[in-house]
Nanobody
Framework: QPQLAESGGGLVQAGDSLRLSCVVS????????MGWFRQAPGKEREFVAG????????FYRDSVKGRFTISKDNAKNTLYLQMNRLKPEDTAVYYC??????????????????WGKGTLVTVSS
């Protein structure tokens, strides 16, 4: 199973930007579809963004479309989540995830093989 290690979280003000990184083990991008989920205090985990394994096609939850961008650097074995125009409702622990059996991660979180430990993003108003 792949190793995932997130970083880049922090405390920012509304309207600011942050870039999250997820360093993965070798071959992860070849064998696994990747994505980001988040969990706000007192709420369930929810899908944020995904990248298809074979096509690199990206997809997002509606509330982050146009503000967040998922990308990867194969040479650095790193997945990114660029977050712009952050809002207080984006406050959450963000998790990098990997799914091996399907070409894209389930937006419902089904069948995810690996979760990172998460990185906290706090957006103040």
């Amino acid at each position: 199973q792949p190793q995932l290690a997130e970083s880049g979280g922090g405390l920012v003000q509304a309207g600011d930007s942050l870039r999250l990184s997820c360093v993965v083990s070798e071959r992860t991008f070849i064998d696994y579809a990747m994505g980001w989920f988040r969990q706000a205090p007192g709420k369930e985990r929810e899908f944020v963004a995904g990248m298809e394994r074979d096509t690199d096609i990206t997809f997002y939850r509606d509330s982050v479309k146009g503000r967040f961008t998922i990308s990867k650097d194969n040479a650095k074995n790193t997945l990114y989540l660029q977050m712009n125009r952050l809002k207080p409702e984006d406050t959450a622990v963000y998790y990098c995830v990997a799914s091996g059996a399907v070409p894209r991660v389930s937006i419902y979180g089904h069948g995810i093989d690996r979760w990172g430990k998460g990185t906290l993003v706090t957006v103040s108003s």
